[in-house]
């Protein structure tokens, strides 16, 4: 059962965890970053509550707090209700949706631990980009992929706008730094998966690809894309045929077409 | 050639086409709507000129218009070179894009035109978000869909974010009102289109999914999805299998997988 506590002061010292919020998700060693993980919003932090990640407090207009009464009911921990000024004022913006909460990070698994239990999972090399990740991750466990596998150059993915765009399903699919390249491409071929690059320069068509057994999806960032030692250790190259003139898709739909093309969350 | 022209004076009257430019792409029966189309950066920008959409003016700051040196040498328009801090003040905000352009509406084809020359197309019902519009559009045109059909309760394509998400394309992919329901079912049907419906409820697999001929696909809305009415008029009803207890994917990301496993942009 989790404690409710209203506040009235912004200068409350209980509200510590939630002031400076644009900087409090960046890691110790930035400038005012303390790790914390931030969920926005009530899909978000219900998310959050039924994770694994050890909630500190929540922060939230009333109203919020009422759609969250069963999850808060099943947790131990402080829920600070003010108004909406307040709460503004104490995070320095204006956050429409009202209600936000606060965990620690916890250990990464290794990756050798993630590939084990996985049918399929995603490798991304340098994406570097917030939302782009969190859509990955959105992605990848609506369509079933075991993990995500962050190589070289790959942004934060507990940073408060990847969590938040990623519906906090990055709260969930479980994920975790890859030695890069040799050292994550054995680990990845010891444990059976075939190593898949997503490419528009890819030898074989996605709708020609056919596979068996565990999938490596690698994929790179939207610009550059795959490195070249990335393309050349994989076993296939694979492309979405795209219509002439056209950019390629953002990084993270690629990224789902190919998982919905090469994988199965429901084998029923 | 266009005309290069410098401005150093906010109230100059030849800027009127980009003041209160957050209101300026609403439709003429909006308050402060004028219904201009309005392109953001060089990218979109680029994408405009080369449509055929009447361009009237650019704004911009020097280095962007070096960047579009040689599209601007095919078109005859003027273009007010500036610096940020005057773009500012005549638009109301800071763009970090650094130029843009406006032009006029055109008329759409009639849908009936539209049908008779494309392979696949796509029937949006109720996408009233003008990012998950944009981001459809984006999708389609590099999976090259043939049109867009704007079934009841879609949000407007011209409107400046729509332009923008879609990065420009939503200026090249053909698009149009469809009449809903029963007189653009039969429009459909009678150019030989199969009507599938993307919803979770569809008693077919999308990977055991087999279509010849001419497909228009459905799609509704991220949160109710389509009507009762619509998914009774398709001859299919199509699901992308989910992994358990995860929201359904963003809708523009559903229909681009959808798009990339129906049809074929690319037949060679």
């Not at 929540?58 to 947790?75: K, N, P, Q, Y």
């Not at 975790?176 to 998966?193: H, K, Q, T």
Request: charged share 25%; hydrophobic share 45%; proline share 6%.
């Amino acid at each position: 059962m989790s404690t409710r506590i209203e506040v009235r002061d912004a200068d409350d010292p209980r509200l510590a965890d939630f002031r400076d919020l644009k900087r409090a998700d960046r890691r110790p060693d930035r400038p005012g970053g303390r790790g914390l993980v931030i969920a926005e919003g009530t899909v978000v932090v219900r998310r959050l509550l039924a994770s694994t990640y050890p909630v500190r407090a929540l922060i939230g207009v009333a109203r919020r707090f009422e759609e969250l009464a069963d999850d808060l009911a099943d947790v131990d921990v402080p829920y600070y209700v003010v108004d909406a000024e307040l709460m503004a004022q104490v995070i320095g913006f204006h956050l429409n949706r009202g209600v936000l909460a606060t965990a620690d990070r916890v250990a990464h698994p290794p990756a050798a631990d993630l590939l084990a239990g996985a049918r399929s999972v995603a490798v991304l090399e340098g994406v570097g980009d917030h939302e782009n990740l969190g859509s990955i991750f959105r992605n990848a466990a609506g369509l079933g992929i075991g993990a995500v596998l962050l190589a070289d150059g790959c942004a934060d993915p507990l940073y408060r706008r990847s969590v938040r765009v990623s519906m906090g399903t990055v709260l969930h699919v479980p994920f975790a730094p890859l030695p890069w390249l040799d050292e994550g491409v054995d680990l990845l071929r010891r444990n059976g998966f075939q190593l898949i690059a997503l490419t528009p320069a890819g030898e074989c068509r996605l709708a020609d690809t056919r596979v068996s057994g565990r999938v490596a999806l690698l994929v790179g960032s939207e610009g550059p894309g795959l490195t070249d030692a990335a393309m050349a250790a994989a076993d296939l190259r694979v492309r979405i045929p795209m219509h002439r003139g056209i950019d390629s898709l953002n990084v993270a739909t690629a990224a789902a077409i190919a998982f919905a093309a090469l994988t199965d969350p429901d084998p029923d």
